[in-house]
């Protein structure tokens, strides 16, 4: 009954020292008679997340009066029945005060505590060492001594950037500058994971294109790394008794496969992406200088249906300027969009005719796609009263409108797919090394040789429109998964079939 009795202790994590020592301290001369059903113990389980089942969860107060109840009356009945055959009672009342656990010494530990000690004594948690001494690394002074070290360094630290912010000259600025600097690095230096982290924040902010998506991957990966790191840092206090034991690889594992997936960028891709940035700025305000000149000319036109005599030539003459500066600024706009490595070809130039009671209106419709060779592809649609004014609209969109596709073994896509715009349904299998197109409309198979695919079966059932087959191809292109997505998805390792 003690052991038992000790066995639940350590499992409620019990520190009232008369219940301790009524419990314990108990040793029956016979073997006790199955006082409680086996299912009172049932709560004999130090997995946190039971707690959560209230219902399931037995009152410990109860359960140990009980305990209590039950030997108080074996030993009355023990102690009547010596009574009645004339036997001495000396030896029980000896029994029920010998220390037979050694543990009095801890109860006597207890009872002299102080009751306003705010340490949690219940808060019990299992250990590996021998040592009966705690430690005081997490104890309450210590916790206090830190936390007012942090909060004089956290003033020291907005003392500086006060006088930093006053600061007169450029020289006392330069000073304080790198004063608070050697400050963050000695006091207040972050994690290199999270310096990592800040610096490709802000590339992100200026990246656009491939290089945008690149630097959202890293980003995603490497947050979901440094969870991983802190949820199973053992020399987290935060974690102590909560850390699961799940079939998982190691923090340090993690952190080697995900620095063998990083490649680092070369120094001439980032000087393209800062060339892009300023290009795109440039670009939109040349869009609204055109935007505000068409508005202009439109209102002259309509006032020169009106207007004759001197007034009229002096009204064409007005827009023969207009016309030349919109020309020099379209010229300028055009100018930045042609793309060093890109190559652009026409899928399809439309005619459509609308009558009307003053004749018949001619417009045209283009269709252009883009790419560089090496997973980056776009296309555009434009309209225009000509041909070649359609197709130059659509020139211009076309390097707004990029996409990066990720390319398997820089020959193929990863898996099959399929997708359906509208009314067409398109097939994508990957095909060998060397196999060719096999594409079964030219759209596709321009699309695809501009984005860098050099070996990929393709077909198309159903409507064989070219805007619709372009769009179906995009969307199918963008929604290809490759082996890298599948990791991180569900978490498993992806490896070739042939090494399986």
């Not at 009232?16 to 049932?42: C, E």
């Not at 801890?106 to 009872?111: F, T």
């Not at 491939?210 to 959202?216: A, E, N």
């Not at 030219?442 to 077909?459: D, H, P, Q």
């Amino acid at each position: 009954m003690a052991a038992a009795a000790a066995a639940f202790l350590r499992s409620k994590r019990i520190t009232n020292p008369y219940i301790v020592r009524r419990l314990v301290l108990h040793k029956p001369s016979k073997p006790p008679l199955q006082l409680i059903p086996a299912r009172h113990f049932s709560f004999v389980n130090t997995n946190r997340d039971n707690k959560k089942d209230s219902s399931s969860e037995i009152d410990g107060d109860a359960v140990i009066r009980g305990l209590l109840a039950e030997l108080e009356r074996e030993r009355r009945l023990e102690r009547e029945d010596r009574q009645k055959r004339g036997l001495d009672t000396a030896d029980l009342d000896r029994e029920a005060e010998e220390d037979y656990l050694g543990i009095t010494p801890l109860i006597e530990k207890l009872e002299k505590r102080k009751p306003d000690d705010p340490r949690d004594y219940d808060d019990w948690e299992p250990t590996d060492t021998d040592s009966d001494e705690e430690d005081e690394r997490w104890s309450p002074q210590e916790n206090k001594r830190r936390m007012a070290e942090f909060v004089k360094k956290w003033e020291r630290h907005k003392e500086l950037l006060d006088t930093f912010a006053k600061a007169e000259t450029l020289d006392e600025a330069h000073k304080l500058m790198t004063q608070i600097d050697r400050f963050e690095q000695r006091h207040l230096k972050l994690p290199l994971e999270y310096r990592v982290i800040g610096d490709m924040m802000n590339r992100l902010k200026e990246a656009t294109g491939k290089d945008r998506f690149i630097l959202l991957q890293k980003l995603n990966r490497a947050m979901r790394l440094m969870d991983t790191k802190e949820a199973y840092d053992p020399n987290n206090p935060s974690n102590f008794g909560i850390i699961q034991r799940e079939d998982v690889d190691s923090p340090d594992q993690v952190t080697d496969n995900a620095g063998e997936n990083e490649r680092i960028e070369g120094a001439g891709e980032e000087e393209d992406e800062e060339d892009f940035s300023e290009t795109k700025e440039r670009d939109d305000v040349l869009v609204g200088k055109i935007n505000a000149l068409e508005k202009k000319l439109t209102e002259k036109l309509e006032l020169l249906d009106h207007t004759f005599g001197k007034k009229g030539r002096v009204l064409e003459e007005e827009i023969r300027v207009l016309l030349e500066e919109r020309n020099s600024l379209s010229e300028q706009k055009r100018m930045p969009l042609y793309r060093k490595g890109f190559d652009v070809k026409l899928i399809d130039v439309n005619r459509t005719t609308k009558v009307t009671k003053g004749g018949q209106l001619v417009s045209y419709t283009a269709l252009l796609a883009t790419g560089n060779y090496h997973g980056v592809v776009g296309f555009a649609r434009a309209k225009g009263p000509s041909a070649n004014v359609a197709i130059q609209r659509a020139y211009e969109k076309c390097f707004q409108n990029l996409h990066y596709v990720e390319r398997y073994e820089d020959h193929t896509i990863a898996h099959a797919i399929h997708t359906k715009y509208e009314k067409t349904k398109l097939y994508l299998w990957p095909g060998p090394m060397r196999s060719g197109m096999s594409a079964s409309g030219r759209t596709v198979e321009t699309i695809l040789y501009l984005a860098g695919f050099s070996n990929v079966k393709t077909k198309i059932i159903g409507s064989r429109n070219p805007l619709n087959v372009v769009k179906a191809l995009f969307k199918a292109l963008n929604a290809i998964e490759t082996p890298k997505d599948v990791q991180d998805k569900f978490g498993r390792t992806v490896v070739e079939t042939y090494l399986l």
